[in-house]
């Protein structure tokens, strides 16, 4: 079974353009989280969605991103116009429906999008 | 104050010590406790959960959690050269919840 694919594995853009991440998830997996991780920082958690809803935004830094989740099969992730803080480790994961009781749903991840802002 | 705190500092083991990871964290609300391996180049793979408070033991790998102290352990024994990757703690409220992470600790395991 195919895991979790990222493209581009990495980008480089200079101030102002705009990039597109994709992400692939694992067929089947009804959540889809997106985090990212800047460099010296910890990884953290920008946006959650469950099919082709968004159920949690909470950690979008601001309104320059953009994240759609087109049938609730593979997601985007836009930054436009893209500015130096951008820069960093853009991870996706996806997980399964979620079950009650104790059970965590495992969260698997991306290899991830090095995306470098000039 | 940050959500989870882990001392990014590397650590570097001869072959075949036991290797020592901690992290602490400041809500009280976490109920599932993982731990993810990464490998350089590579995404976060999970490598051991534990829900609430209590020990739990995976081959080499054992995983320790005191809710009481807010602080969360992971051990492993026998350290072989491919244990070498970096260790993530990772924090949620439910089992279908964004994550918390630690900034991660860096282990060479030294042949």
């Known amino acids: 079974e195919a895991g979790v694919t990222q493209f581009p594995s990495h980008s480089v853009i200079e101030k102002g353009q705009t990039v597109t991440l994709r992400c692939d998830p694992i067929?089947?997996?009804?959540?889809l989280y997106w985090y990212r991780r800047v460099m010296g920082k910890e990884i953290k958690f920008l946006l959650h969605?469950?099919?082709?809803?968004?159920?949690?935004e909470s950690g979008m830094p601001n309104n320059r991103f953009l994240a759609e989740r087109t049938g609730g099969t593979y997601s985007t992730l836009k930054v436009q116009p893209a500015e130096l803080e951008d820069s960093g480790v853009y991870f996706c994961?996806?997980?399964?429906?979620?079950?009650?009781?104790?059970?965590?749903?495992?969260?698997?991840f991306g290899p991830g999008t090095r995306l470098t802002v000039l | 104050q940050k959500e989870v705190e882990q001392d990014p500092g590397p650590l570097s083991v001869p072959e075949g010590a036991i290797v020592s990871l901690n992290c602490t964290y400041s809500?009280?609300?976490?109920?599932?406790f993982m731990w993810y391996r990464q490998y350089s180049r590579k995404g976060p793979e999970l490598l051991m959960y534990?829900?609430?408070?209590g020990n739990k033991e995976d081959g080499r790998f054992t995983a320790q959690v005191d809710k009481s102290s807010k602080y969360i352990s992971l051990f492993i024994r026998d350290s072989q050269p491919s244990d070498s990757a970096t260790y993530l703690c990772?924090?949620?409220?439910?089992?279908?919840?964004?994550?918390?992470f630690g900034k991660g600790n860096q282990v060479v395991v030294i042949p």
């Open positions: 969605f469950v099919k082709e809803s968004k159920q949690d």
């Open positions: 067929s089947g997996h009804d959540n």
């Open positions: 534990t829900y609430s408070s």
């Open positions: 990772a924090m949620s409220l439910y089992g279908n919840n964004r994550l918390a």
């Open positions: 809500n009280s609300a976490f109920q599932y």
């Open positions: 994961a996806s997980s399964q429906e979620g079950r009650r009781g104790l059970t965590y749903n495992e969260q698997f």
